[in-house]
């Protein structure tokens, strides 16, 4: 087989075979995973990236995951570099080193040669973990001001040593700090499939090498990565000056300007503008807004291709340091992550003119005491664009995780869902109409912290080209005693057994006057 040039038949081969290892991944992970977050839910993200650290391929899972894992992975070779031995496998979930928040635990392998001397590969996996301590169980506090009450930081721990789980070191590091996890025997069994996902994927890769040959292998991840870029050059030379900004419901403001550089082929994407780092914990790690810029990017493109660190060669991407997308530890950053990123997201759309915005927000609905935590995000409506009317229900851009069926949600947890159901009439009016939000009411059998974490309360879903904004959201309790209380979208509240929360979503913006 030559490897000076891509053949393209052994092209498509290489795109699919690439992801069909991190769908193993992922199915593995699904599969053998204890927490509801991860194997019901699959609130979780596998990838292959190469020597250097470049994302190659991933499966289809969570978009914000994908897009920054690589910047995780960077951080350990930098980290350890020679030090690495087969059968390594290190841990760290530090939002300033790549990562999103603190729950989301990222475990990165090392694949190395035959002979255990050269370094070929790195498989990772990052997971949403059930609770990782913080001030509030689940670990995704409304007010946290800094990244320590969020819970556990880890910016790198070696979990397992040549093949063997370095469980008390792991432990130690869960119990430490002033806000230590609540079930770390769930850490372990989660953090254990993350492992085994990434043994299924370094099982895969050598097989692949044994197969095609370690040169053939090495330059079509290359290949991945240059055809992808060579797409999104193509829809760079289509593209024309946009500027968009966004504002949050706190008065923040994402503000983004695209400069096309049609004679480079080029395209900076410039957020100067964006208001100042912020007291919440609504402010995003940089590896977040390159997460967003990469999957918008990657969805301008119509072709089958993998999501790759390929596509973010013809973008320029500048956010002002000491911004709220780009903040100086120790900056609270869990909405950052959940949140911003949608904002980002629809400014970016905004500023293209491909699509209104979608509902904006992931609704985190966070509820626990010290026996159970549990962690759900909540769909909404799809904005519209030219030639397509938005869905209806959907998760949307940043996050492609499940809802927990209500049958496993009751019987994991004392909780009643009763009722969810799609909230007709609040997506935005237009020649193509947004998608309408839902409704879901949850009644508690126990007392439970429950904390919302949530945007677009106030600022609604923009529409497009004379489309019609859509609904905002509204959170509000229900208690036993007849009583209610709207909620702003970030709160604390404890309530009490009957008790309950019912969370209205965003619809999406409507595209074009109708």
């Given amino acids: 087989v030559d490897t000076r040039r891509p053949d393209p038949v052994l092209l498509e081969v290489f795109n699919n075979l690439f992801r069909s290892v991190a769908e193993q991944m992922g199915t593995t992970l699904a599969g053998t995973a204890q927490s509801v977050n991860i194997k019901e839910r699959l609130d979780f993200s596998c990838a292959l990236f190469d020597a250097e650290a470049n994302l190659v391929a991933n499966a289809p899972h969570i978009p914000v995951h994908l897009g920054s894992m690589s910047e995780s992975v960077r951080a350990i070779l930098r980290a350890r570099g020679a030090s690495m031995r087969p059968g390594d496998c290190y841990l760290l979930n530090d939002p300033y080193h790549g990562g999103t928040h603190l729950p989301d635990l990222t475990a990165v392998t090392p694949v190395f040669s035959e002979d255990g001397e050269e370094l070929l590969f790195f498989c990772a996996s990052r997971g949403h973990h059930a609770d990782v301590g913080g001030r509030t169980p689940g670990s995704m506090p409304a007010d946290s001001t800094c990244v320590s009450e969020e819970g556990v930081l880890i910016n790198d721990l070696q979990v397992v040593a040549e093949g063997r789980f370095l469980e008390e070191a792991f432990t130690a590091a869960m119990g430490a700090g002033p806000y230590p996890a609540r079930n770390v025997a769930q850490n372990i069994a989660d953090l254990k499939a993350q492992i085994a996902a990434n043994e299924k994927g370094v099982a895969e890769l050598r097989r692949m090498v044994e197969q095609f040959g370690l040169p053939v292998v090495q330059a079509y991840m290359g290949f991945v990565q240059e055809n992808a870029a060579e797409h999104v050059r193509r829809v760079i030379d289509g593209l024309s000056d946009g500027d968009f900004t966004v504002e949050m419901d706190s008065g923040a403001r994402i503000r983004v300007a695209v400069r096309p550089d049609h004679a480079a082929r080029r395209v900076r994407i410039d957020f100067a503008g964006t208001s100042e780092q912020l007291p919440s914990n609504f402010n995003a790690p940089l590896a977040i807004t390159r997460a967003a810029t990469l999957y918008v990017f990657r969805t301008l493109v119509d072709d089958d291709i993998p999501l790759n660190d390929g596509c973010l060669q013809p973008l320029e991407i500048a956010v002002p340091e000491g911004s709220m997308l780009n903040p100086r530890h ?49 769909c909404g409506g799809a904005g519209a664009g030219p030639g397509f009317a938005g869905s209806s229900a959907v998760h949307t851009h940043m996050t492609n995780s499940r809802l927990t069926d209500p049958e496993v949600l009751e019987w994991r947890y004392p909780v009643r869902v009763e009722c969810f159901a799609i909230r007709h009439g609040s997506g935005g009016a237009g020649a193509y109409p947004g998608g309408a939000g839902v409704i879901r009411r949850l009644c508690f059998l126990e007392p439970m912290t429950v904390v919302t974490l949530m945007n677009r309360r106030r600022v609604p879903p923009f529409g497009l080209a004379g489309g019609g904004d859509a609904a905002c959201g509204r959170n509000a309790i229900e208690r036993s005693d007849g009583g209610v209380e709207e909620l702003p979208g970030t709160a604390t509240r404890e309530l009490a057994a009957g008790d309950r929360i019912v969370i209205e979503t965003p619809g999406g913006g409507g595209y074009g006057g109708g």
Avoid: C, I, K
Wanted: aromatic share 8%.
């Fill in 330 to 378: 120790p900056a609270a950053v869990v909405a950052g992550n959940v949140e911003t990123s949608q904002a980002v997201t629809d400014a970016l759309y905004g500023a293209l003119g491909a699509m209104a915005a979608s509902q904006g927000t992931m609704n985190n609905l966070t509820f626990g005491n010290q026996r159970h935590q549990y962690y759900e995000t909540l």
